[in-house]
């Protein structure tokens, strides 16, 4: 199976960009890259997704390298809202449809 | 618009016994995953229904099953409940359930098996 790997924890201040990397070495061609964010004791909430080009919408902007194995999450303008476990997601269809979510990067939000 | 909804909240249960989660899906989507996600882990994919079928399944034994029905709503069932089954179990639906749409969560179910 495809895997995802994410830093344990990123702090950032308020107000800052934040980027959160994301390794997927082994992602096939046709594998979609999603991000969810958990707060706690919330289910996860979509932010945002792509294939291979870079993608923005309100909440985020997705940079996804050429090659594919690699991705990072922007936040433009870090809020204490944001303070979450992000997770880097993979949609695969090689056999079967799958989810794949890593292991998550918990983002500490300074004021 | 009502979101995701999952029941009950808790659940205790031994080891042995079986387990019937429930979830309803946002107004109009066809498709439900699960999800079992352990203390600080991240959700690991058990199955996707779309349109009563499942179409997708994780690496998880045959003792955990499922069912959609027309409605669209699901179930996960568990049989003989193991120590390490106690976790958070969450559903998601979608619309199509691809690669292109965006999962919406409930707020899980929080299982523990004694």
């Known amino acids: 199976d495809a895997k995802t790997t994410q830093p344990n924890s990123m702090e950032s201040n308020e107000e800052e960009p934040v980027h959160l990397p994301c390794n997927h070495s082994?992602?096939?061609?046709?594998?979609?890259i999603h991000w969810y964010r958990q707060l706690p004791s919330q289910g996860p909430e979509y932010v945002i997704h792509g294939l291979t080009s870079n993608v923005n919408n309100r909440m985020a902007s997705l940079a996804i390298a050429e090659d594919r194995k690699s991705s990072t999450l922007i936040l433009h303008r870090a809020t204490l809202r944001d303070a979450a476990v992000y997770y880097c997601t993979l949609f695969t269809t090689s056999g079967t449809y799958k989810y794949i979510f890593g292991t998550g990067t918990r983002l500490k939000v300074l004021a | 618009e009502t979101g995701v909804t999952q029941s009950p909240t808790h659940l205790i249960k031994t080891r042995g016994q079986q387990v019937t989660l429930r979830c309803s899906s946002q107004s109009g989507h066809n498709t439900v995953s699960w999800y079992q996600q352990a203390l600080g882990q991240g959700p690991q994919f058990i199955f996707q229904?779309?349109?009563?079928?499942?179409?997708g399944r994780g690496n998880f034994p045959p003792r955990f099953s499922g069912l959609q029905f027309p409605n669209y709503s699901s179930e996960l069932n568990v049989n003989a409940l193991e120590l390490d089954d106690s976790a958070l179990y969450l559903c998601a639906s979608s619309l199509d359930g691809n690669r292109y749409n965006e999962q919406f969560f409930g707020p899980g179910t929080r299982l523990t098996v004694l």
């Open positions: 229904y779309y349109r009563e079928e499942e179409n």
């Open positions: 082994t992602i096939s061609g046709t594998d979609y």
